[in-house]
């Protein structure tokens, strides 16, 4: 079928043809369309008769103003009922086009089909419409960067302006070169502009392309209306979705997680990323990172430290923020991304909500840690108070602080020396290898009380962290914690704060456990002799008749010692007392037995689960070296009393055994050991009166 367009409403036929031919294809009927110029030469063909369109040069003359249609007979009538092009003239066949186009739902669909009738090479163009109040002119499709204005100056917006009341186009600058601007208006006035290069390759007269354009400029304002209604909507939308999503979650990794897919959401292309500031853990997203503060001058921390959403050339810097700080800021890169104004309330409403949303997480976490550390230090020190002893307690602190807080080693050493074997130190302790770190034990915990709290130790360190407490009671210092860890910044502060108050806790308890253990010394042992008591003595046999199977006690006076305080005065008598109670304690370490001062000059010793070859062994053992000991020399005397599992055994009765074989050794002539077989068992002379 030829169909003949009226001139009347000449429209060169570059832009019949590709109309037409743009049409058939969306009818996807197989047609071969050709179109002449005014010359009457072929200067357009496209065949789609196949899977693909095509388009060359033919020779063969057309009549000018003439469309020449190839298609199967059953088309005919639909093509013609679509153009009308036998009866109507260029304007109804554009309106009826446009009736057509109405079905593209976006404007980059629309502008696509339309940029194809208008340029030769439609990727050249780009279609910008108006956004916002301040008429921040956007691109809506994609074209080629430079083509792009320099700036929506005020300037440019006046002459699309103008150029719409006139409905002309307007020369506009783009970076080296000038491109054409044709306006996109409602009434007169300017709602957008299409901006063509030179290599766009305009297929119409300047003023045609302008008319065109202002016939199809309903449909892009509409649709463009229609888009951002939509895109405000999904907005809305995703802000409120989000909000239950940040509001609904107290852990951070979710929140931040939720907010990067709410930006990626609308700016896929952006690249967003977060910096936070403050230690928070359990994220490991790789692109959450902290934020540095070492370049002070960094628009990064200039937006962090004012609170204040910035811009430079490439990159949005968009502050989350919190009713009580700013924590962190989120960048989105805008190269391949376009940001409208309203862009940037929406982005901040956005990251203000996930800021809310950390801050009361953060709250959150933080008072259910305290709540977890309060009772920790609660357990601990429970546990603590049910000890008696240092060196148990000492156990109980480093045990508890490594099991809390994962290190390698825990050092905790009491700066008293009567209290170093409660100290816990490393197998290692004494290798050259740790001499950094008794350093800082004795240095810097235990002469001077400073905390210590070191991240990163050196490459040739054997524990790269070094966290020391001093335990300080009544502004004394009594001892010092040092925990040690091959992992470089393995103890957060906080962590380090609640360390402190466990210490501290410990530093009471011990201190209480050093009193009570004085105390106890003082009443279980004698001042003189720095033997036990007679009382510590007789709960000691006490306990052994109950859980052992036998035992024996020796009870020991020293011969004559009233002559030697009459003749030497009470202050020497008191030295050789004090002198032979040192050998008791001696034999009592070498027998495992238990010594005390039984009354006077009189004397004890307790060996449990040994029999009478062990205590006349022992009792030898004194009686040789008191003399050799005391100045002036005295002598002792012994008396001995078993007993056995087999037995029915009264303490009165083993003590008074005892008490009456001292005696008969006494009698008969002292310095010797009276044994329990009822005989005298002379284990050196006779003895002297």
């Known amino acids: 079928m030829i169909v003949r367009i009226d001139s009347r409403n000449y429209i060169p036929e570059a832009s019949q043809f590709h109309l037409i031919a743009g049409a058939a294809e969306k009818l996807d009927i197989p047609l071969l369309v050709q179109a002449a110029d005014t010359s009457g030469k072929v200067r357009l063909y496209a065949d789609y008769r196949n899977d693909a369109a095509c388009c060359t040069r033919m020779e063969a003359p057309l009549v000018p103003g003439n469309v020449f249609i190839e298609a199967p007979e059953s088309e005919h009538s639909r093509i013609a009922a679509l153009l009308q092009l036998e009866e109507r003239d260029v304007s109804d066949w554009v309106y009826t086009l446009l009736e057509d186009l109405e079905v593209y739902e976006t404007v980059e669909e629309f502008s696509k089909r339309f940029f194809s009738a208008l340029f030769i090479d439609p990727t050249a163009a780009v279609l910008y419409m108006q956004e916002a109040e301040e008429y921040c002119l956007l691109p809506v499709t994609a074209g080629l960067e430079r083509v792009r204005p320099d700036t929506c100056s005020h300037e440019v917006i006046g002459q699309l302006h103008d150029a719409a009341a006139q409905q002309t186009a307007v020369t506009i600058p783009t970076g080296d070169s000038e491109s054409r601007g044709y306006p996109v208006s409602v009434r007169g006035a300017a709602a957008g502009m299409i901006l063509a290069g030179n290599e766009a390759g305009c297929r119409l007269h300047e003023k045609d392309m302008t008319r065109m354009i202002?016939?199809?400029?309903?449909?892009?304002?509409?649709?463009?209306k229609t888009e951002m209604l939509k895109k405000d909507k999904s907005k809305k939308d995703l802000l409120l979705r989000f909000s239950r999503t940040f509001h609904s979650s107290n852990e951070t990794s979710d929140i931040l997680e939720s907010f990067l897919s709410a930006v990626d959401s609308f700016y896929p292309s952006a690249g967003a990323e977060i910096h936070l500031a403050g230690e928070w853990s359990s994220i490991s997203n790789h692109r959450i990172s902290q934020l540095s503060f070492y370049n002070p001058t960094d628009i990064v921390v200039e937006a962090y430290q004012q609170a204040e959403y910035k811009r430079d050339a490439s990159t949005l810097y968009i502050p989350?923020?919190?009713r009580q700080g700013v924590y962190g800021i989120c960048t989105l890169?805008?190269?391949?991304?376009?940001?409208?104004p309203y862009d940037d309330s929406f982005l901040q409403l956005l990251a203000d909500s996930c800021g809310d949303s950390l801050e009361n997480a953060h709250l959150y976490q933080q008072t259910k840690r305290h709540a977890e550390d309060m009772t920790a230090i609660n357990d601990f020190t429970k546990l603590l108070n049910k000890k008696r002893s240092t060196a148990v307690m000492t156990n109980v602190l480093a045990a508890s602080i490594q099991e809390s807080t994962g290190v390698d080693q825990v050092v905790c050493m009491l700066k008293d020396v009567r209290y170093h074997h409660a100290s816990v130190l490393p197998d290692r302790w004494n290798e050259a290898s740790m001499e950094p770190y008794r350093r800082l034990m004795q240095r810097d915990l235990l002469e001077k009380g400073e905390h210590i709290f070191l991240g990163t130790m050196g490459k040739e360190a054997l524990f790269q962290t070094a966290a020391g407490i001093p335990m300080v009671q009544d502004n004394t210092i009594i001892g010092g914690v040092l925990l040690l860890s091959s992992k470089k910044m393995a103890l957060s502060f906080e962590a380090f704060k609640v360390l402190q108050s466990m210490t501290q806790h410990a530093a009471l308890a011990v201190t209480n456990a050093v009193l009570q253990e004085e105390l106890r010394y003082l009443l279980e042992t004698d001042a003189l002799t720095s033997l036990y008591t007679r009382d510590y003595m007789e709960n000691k046999v006490r306990t052994s008749i109950d859980q052992h199977r036998g035992g024996s006690l020796l009870l020991f006076d020293l011969d004559n010692f009233k002559s030697v305080n009459d003749t030497y005065g009470h202050q020497t008598g008191d030295k050789v007392l004090a002198d032979s109670a040192a050998v008791l304690l001696q034999a009592a370490d070498r027998f495992g037995g238990t010594a005390c001062r039984w009354g006077g000059e009189e004397m004890a010793l307790y060996l449990p689960e040994h029999g009478k070859r062990t205590a006349l062994e022992a009792a030898e053992w004194i009686r040789v070296r008191v003399p050799e000991t005391t100045e002036p020399s005295v002598t002792l005397s012994c008396g001995i009393s078993l007993w056995k599992e087999d037995e029915t055994i009264k303490l009165e009765r083993l003590f008074a055994e005892a008490d009456q074989r001292l005696y008969r050794a006494k009698r008969n002539g002292r310095n010797q050991t009276a044994a329990?077989?009822?005989?005298?068992?002379?284990?050196?002379?006779?003895?002297?009166a």
């Open 214 to 224: 202002r016939l199809f400029s309903p449909v892009l304002v509409k649709l463009h």
């Open 320 to 322: 989350l923020k919190g």
């Open 333 to 340: 890169q805008t190269k391949g991304e376009t940001y409208a």
């Open 676 to 688: 329990p077989d009822e005989q005298e068992v002379e284990t050196e002379g006779t003895g002297s």
